[in-house]
């Protein structure tokens, strides 16, 4: 049996070690090296060029090597019949929540406005704003939603949340589905965006639904780009309706030089690094998933191509 190591990202060295820990017999081959491409029975892919897992046709399993399986779901031939699973790997939900965590933190204890001070040498005590008062808004209730939400909740946000689906969370106040969202939203402070990238939640974050953020809310995503239309976030920021966002993903990656959310003093840009792949913990998992599917069993955290997630 070989595997397949598809990435421009990761590096294979490090996951052939890992794996073969695990799996000692597993040949792992790495992409553009398929060699006899009926060898191949399992994937282990991220970014993976459109068409290319259909040319294996003894292809029985597909692992992703990110939580998101979007770009799987843009490949017009993507072998449907082939399980596909993402990756949930509890530290990468560790990782993501202390992204979230601290990018509301940042905006709610004024740290761009101490930062301007420190450059005057102005010694000035702000208020503290109230935490208990300050609602958190969390779009996707899955692992990492849920994950955030609870720490959220714990430090003394209101928390609430909002998926396509009912989801229930203790001490979280749940909304669903189009008909729930403008409940959801009015009232945020902060709004976090979780969700997976599909037809139902691409563009969400535009003109209209950021007007129904109050004045002087900020804007967290570390989803996808293609969750916000960045023209509207900007023209929201620039009037002075939303008060600033923190983006780990845009539209386009690596963000274009020229473009205007990297000056902009309310926009916080990091470079996708909200949380990231790591072969030392992730391993153990997709070698677990491998015997799985070698066993005929069905994978961990298999994905519902229909229904995107
Ligand atoms: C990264 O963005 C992932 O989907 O894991």
Redesign the pocket.
Known sequence: MALLFISENDDPSVWKAELAKAIPELEVRVWPECGDADDIEYALA?NPPPGLLASFPNLRFIQ???????PFLTDPKLPKSVPLA??VDPD?VRQMSEFVVHAVLRFHRQSTLYADHQKKRLWRQEAIPDTSGATVGIMGLGMLGADAAAKLEAIGFRVRGWSLRPHEMQNIENFHGRGGFEDFISGVQFLVCLLPLNESTADIINKDTLALLPQGAYVINA??GGHVVEDDLLGAINSGHIAGAALD?FRTEPLPADHPFWPHPNIHVTP?I????NPITAARLVAENIQRAAAGQPPDNLVDIRRGY
């Open positions: 991220w992703a090597l990110g939580m998101g399986i979007d993402r990756l990468m989803a996808r993903v996708h909200a949380a990231l792949t």
